[in-house]
């Protein structure tokens, strides 16, 4: 339910707010000059910026003969083993000067003046150049203060540069020392923004439980904890009752099969429309044992004005058709091949109306008992959904025979194949033991049975239970294990997308495919 929650412009402006502080600290840690904060944090993030520096080597008279200047790229911190990477940049002021210019680079201990390495080389340029070299040190050089020395000279003069170099071994691998930032980034980050995420989702949290105190106080439906319901979207059902939130149930309870009850006329085969519309439009199949025909409906788009009145309500968009097959049962159609129709995509609709009660019984034993023995694959997840419509009828008090054991079986075995019950009935508390053990969701709507109402008085108390014999057409109480932490809560079904009504039989007669119909043989 939690998706249809308004965020309010404060809360949006607090994230942009962590979001921009967050993208602040990455710039920081970039910059490396968080290092500096930290303190701690010894090694180097980069080279150093490259170092310059200049010299000029003049002729015997004091002339200019060329300014010279030193680049040294490796920065001013080497570990042992390592090389100074440098360049010279002469440029000549004296041009035709043809004698060479001669190079010396030396390494000096800064406290002891002790050189320890030299190198040199000579170059004839009678026109401005640079000269990059490197000066590789060895491994056992002690750490300490250096100057790098570079001496420029001619038959006539020289001049020396010279650089400041720390040797020091770093501790970190170079591959850390490159990534570190990056990592130290990626950390921050992340925590911003699972901060953000948080403080919304609380902030949330906060504002919808205020929300609601307020609005408790002037509805009789307590409201359940909106977090604990499913969040899955999966079946949009309706709304939660006197709330703006919407109400979803879950795959995952579907296949764990679903009762409906309640009186004549309180809604329960509308709610178990809306929960077949929703099951059709993510391509699940559908099979209806159609005991009164209604089901034929979802040929037709809804035109009923009462209901297209309330879509806006519950953000609806245009009405639609589900375009069933449907399929008429008569003691000539009786064994058709259920399991053929089971995994079809779309919704098969056995109208068994034209039957007797005695032979309605007789066929939805059949066919629970050919799906038993169908030896289906299992499936932990929902793969097709069956309806009973006016399932009480199979009681034994309601005059049913051998279906209702064979309902026994279906509820405990069918789940493993993915095959999820949805009955329709009158009464919940009649269904005893094996099947009401089995069954994951149990709505009940308007009720004026005494059993049922007394069911939900010991259950939930006398409130609970007044509000079940009180209550309006459409509004249905939900419990479910998984829902709410087992406690009911309301819901107001949404109006159907389909006709609520029964087709005519002419409209009927252009229906029924009877080229579609596939009997058993056996
Ligand atoms: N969610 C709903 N929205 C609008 N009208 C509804 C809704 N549920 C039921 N109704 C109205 O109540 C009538 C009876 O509903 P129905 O589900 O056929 O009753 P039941 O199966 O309990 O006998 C419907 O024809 C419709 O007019
Ligand atoms: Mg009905």
Redesign the pocket.
């Given at each position: 339910m939690p998706s249809a929650i308004n965020v309010s412009k404060s809360q949006i402006l607090f994230f942009v707010l962590t979001l921009i502080l967050g993208i602040f600290i990455v710039i920081l840690i970039y910059n490396s000059s968080i290092m500096g904060l930290l303190g701690s944090v010894s090694f180097p993030l980069e080279p150093e910026s490259q170092s310059s520096l200049t010299g000029v080597l003049t002729n015997l008279d004091g002339g200019i003969t060329a300014n010279i200047s030193l680049q040294v790229a490796s920065g001013s911190q080497v570990s042992p083993g390592k090389a100074i990477l440098f360049s010279v940049n002469v440029t000549h002021a004296n041009l035709g000067n043809t004698e060479p210019f001669i190079f010396i680079y030396e390494i000096v201990n800064a406290n002891s003046n002790q050189s320890f390495l030299r190198k040199d080389e000579r170059f004839y340029g009678n026109e401005s150049f640079i000269l990059a070299s490197r000066l590789g040190l060895p491994d056992v050089v002690p750490e300490g203060n250096y100057v790098f020395l570079v001496n420029i000279s001619n038959s006539q003069n020289s001049v020396v540069i010279s650089y400041p170099i720390t040797v020091e071994r770093v501790i970190a691998t170079p591959w850390l020392q490159e990534h570190i930032s990056f990592f130290l980034s990626i950390i921050v980050v992340a925590f911003v923004i699972f901060s953000g995420v948080y403080y919304v989702f609380w902030l949330r949290k906060g504002l919808l439980k205020k929300k609601y105190e307020e609005r408790q106080k002037n509805s009789p439906y307590p409201f359940p904890d909106f977090f604990t319901l499913p969040q899955s979207k999966y079946a949009y059902v309706?709304i939660v009752a006197d709330s703006d939130e919407k109400a979803y149930l879950d795959h995952t309870q579907l296949n764990r099969h679903t009762l409906i009850a309640?009186?004549?006329?309180?809604?329960?085969?509308?709610?178990g429309m809306?929960i077949a519309e929703e099951l059709l439009k993510r391509n699940l199949p559908v099979i209806v044992f159609d005991p009164v025909g209604?089901w034929s409906g979802f040929a037709k788009k809804n035109a009923?004005e009462?209901?297209r009145k309330?879509y806006n309500k519950f953000g609806l968009g245009l009405p639609q058709a589900f375009n069933p097959r449907v399929i008429e049962i008569t003691d000539a159609t009786m064994h058709v091949d259920i399991t053929h129709y089971l995994f079809m995509k779309g919704m098969t609709v056995f109208r068994l109306d034209k039957l007797t009660p005695r032979k309605v019984d007789e066929f939805i034993d059949m066919a629970l008992s050919q799906i038993y023995r169908a030896n289906l694959p299992e499936s932990g997840s929902l793969q097709s959904l069956i309806v009973l419509d006016e399932v009480h009828r199979l009681l034994p008090k309601y005059g049913g025979r051998k279906a209702y054991t064979r309902l026994e079986q279906a509820v405990r075995e069918f789940r493993k194949w993915g095959v999820g019950l949805l009955m329709?009935s009158q009464v919940l508390t009649d269904f005893k033991g094996a099947i009401r053990g089995n069954i994951g969701t149990e709505i009940q709507?308007h009720t004026r049975y005494e059993g049922d109402i007394k069911r939900v008085r010991e259950r939930h108390g006398a409130v609970i239970s007044n509000l079940i014999a009180k209550l309006h057409?459409?509004l249905g109480m939900v419990e479910c294990a998984d829902y709410n932490k087992g406690a009911p809560y309301f819901i107001e079904?949404?109006?159907l997308l389909h006709s609520?009504y029964k087709l005519t039989e002419t409209e009927m007669k252009k229906l029924v495919k009877k080229g579609t119909l596939v009997l058993r043989m056996d």
């Open positions: 309706g309640g009186g004549t006329g309180s809604g329960k085969t509308i709610a809306v209604q009923d009462h209901m309330r329709v709507v057409t459409g079904f949404r109006p609520p």
